[in-house]
């Protein structure tokens, strides 16, 4: 499956931004659709988790009640809707796959996630 991912930008603190994830080729019940992100100088880390399956979500720490993922299975899509941005949340921000034959746990590390997008950019000024 491919990934292409889109809706970064510049945008003030306390704006917001949506991102889009869409996807070209199958995505089975079972899997995970994920986002992480990489600011500069850092490394790729977590930011939220979507079961392409049931619909249940999960969400790093420092995005929980700012951000909001969701998914639209009719269109192979994942969003991720960013709120009440801060500067913190600048970087480049990659939609990605992981690949489950059954149901499992979620993950939060990208060594364990397959397919990945090119990236959008967010960047965000005080």
């Known amino acids: 499956v491919q990934l292409q991912a889109s809706g970064g930008g510049l945008v003030q603190a306390g704006g917001s931004l949506r991102l889009v994830c869409a996807a070209s080729?199958?995505?089975?019940?079972?899997?995970?659709i994920g986002w992480f992100r990489q600011a500069p100088g850092k490394e790729r880390e977590f930011v939220a988790v979507?079961?392409?399956?049931?619909?249940?979500?999960q969400y790093a720490d420092s995005v929980k009640g700012r951000f909001a993922i969701s998914r639209d299975p009719a269109e192979n899509t994942v969003y991720l809707q960013m709120n009440d941005l801060k500067p913190e949340d600048t970087a480049v921000y990659y939609c990605?796959?992981?690949?489950?034959?059954?149901?499992?746990?979620?993950?939060?590390?990208?060594?364990?996630?397959?397919?990945w997008g090119q990236g959008t950019q967010v960047t965000v000024s005080s």
């Open positions: 080729g199958d995505i089975f019940s079972n899997w995970h």
């Open positions: 990605t796959t992981k690949r489950l034959p059954v149901a499992t746990p979620f993950s939060f590390f990208e060594s364990e996630y397959n397919d």
């Open positions: 979507i079961s392409w399956r049931n619909n249940k979500k």
